[in-house]
């Protein structure tokens, strides 16, 4: 008898013997009655039953939401490329049809099935780490050398940029306060929210218009991208003092929820980031498993830092990319991991959840949509004709000026990013809510077309020699 045929014969006679025993143990079970005998037997169900009851559970209902929202960013996305746009933005509008707007609307059963409302929660949290991760390679985006040579010109139209829309925002609401305040809003944070939303730039949307062009090595797009950096980081500087005072029952709570802050960034920016590179290795082509734990560990350390504060949590994922490393372009490397995760699979819940806020039909009278259309012609004033006005001013001829306006006055992303703290705050109502998600989207929509326009101007533009 051969080697192998003994060991096949030793295995067939193992397995069947414990086929047997196994047989024998559940035979014997089987007479067993558990301790709760008295309760009653549970109904037989079908397949069909049986599936119908597993698609309840709340793991399984997530499952069903990803693919949707996947499904539909990616299509979203494609076409709006086909059309000049990024794919960003299709994806924004991707989670606006996903809402009451259209599919709540055109076929409700599928929207109650796909988005019911006890699901919602877990839906939220997931959006939430989505945003702390975004927020997290902007702040990896921004530079020093998107600064040089132009932090003269930068600061100047950035802050106008800033200061304009902001103005007309907190004049704004004083017209509509009384009407569309949120049920937590005093007048002090409404008004600064509407500040904060006509003044926002998308700094990623804009980056990667510049990139799909061909215009980031060039003058102008290298003003654009210093501009953007600036705005950025004074923005979210304003927001996290809104958020500070919103959150805070009295200015003593504000106050020391500031000096919080400017502790923490102080600490991030003088200690955090020179130990940094001492804690990892960022020599490699690839960054090392342990150089990304400290990665995601900061991120989350310092996300969890500025939530305990109270200028929510997305500040510290911000200020956390900001102190990363740069060594051997080891922040290109961790960007492009992050990102890919959170582009494809975190943003477009956080786009769907925004959708599933914004229900156009409570815009519904002609009133509304004046005030609605009223919000958007005052946003695009404000924010492209200070920046174009700012920027002749320190020299750049009108067809660049008016350029810089058109890039300047998208919002993206970063602009829902403001919205969705506000309306969680009880600071903006789901009307205003809605109105502010359509100037978003309509501001983003008309970067390109006006870029194209303002590119046709024939002829060089006189400089203008700015005053001493």
Known sequence: MSSWFRQFLVYAVVVLLSILLIGL?????????????????????????????????????????????????????????????????????????????????????????????????????????????????????????????????????????????????TALATVLFEKLAGPQASFRAF?????????????????????????????????????????????????????????????????????????????????????????????????????????????????????????????GAFLAGVVMPDRNDFRDRVRVRVEKFSSVMLLPLFFAFTGLRTEIGLISSMGDWLICAAIIVLATIGKLGATAIAARWTGMGWRDSLQLGALMNTRGLMELIALNIGYDLGILSPQIFTMLVIMALVTTFMTGPLLTLFQRGQGQDMPLNRPS
Not at 102 to 108: F, I, Y
Not at 221 to 244: E, K, P, Q, R
Request: hydrophobic share 60%; with cysteine.
């Open 25 to 169: 143990i559940i035979q014997y079970g089987a007479a067993l009655a558990p301790a709760a005998a008295s309760a009653p037997a549970a109904d037989a169900k079908g397949l069909f039953g049986t599936i119908h009851d597993n698609m309840a559970h709340p793991l399984s209902r997530l499952f069903v939401q990803l693919l949707v929202i996947i499904a539909a960013a990616r299509l979203a996305g494609a076409v709006f490329v086909r059309f000049g746009l990024p794919a960003v933005v299709g994806e924004m509008t991707a989670g606006l049809l996903l809402g009451p707007s259209l599919l709540g609307w055109v076929w409700p059963q599928a929207f109650a099935f796909v988005f019911p409302t006890d699901s919602l929660g877990a839906l939220r949290l997931f959006s939430q780490i989505g945003i702390c991760l975004f927020m997290f390679t902007v702040g990896m985006e921004l530079r020093s050398d998107h600064l040089r040579h132009k932090v003269r010109s930068a600061v100047a139209v950035s802050h106008a940029s800033i200061a304009v829309p902001f103005l007309l925002g």
């Open 191 to 315: 008004a600064l929210f509407l500040g904060i939303s006509l003044s926002i730039t998308a700094f990623p949307v804009l980056a990667r218009i510049l990139q799909e062009r061909g215009m980031t090595h060039t003058p102008l797009g290298a003003t654009a991208i210093a501009c953007a950096a600036v705005d950025d980081v004074t923005a979210w500087s304003i927001m996290a003092f809104v958020v500070a005072i919103s959150r805070s029952s009295d200015l003593a709570g504000a106050a020391v929820a500031l000096v919080l802050a400017l502790l923490f960034v102080v600490v991030m920016l003088t200690v955090v980031k020179r130990i940094l590179p001492r804690w990892m290795d960022t020599s490699g082509q690839e960054p090392s498993s342990s150089a990304l734990a400290i990665v995601v560990f900061v991120m989350v350390a310092a996300s969890l830092s500025t939530e305990l504060i109270g200028i929510h949590a997305l500040f």
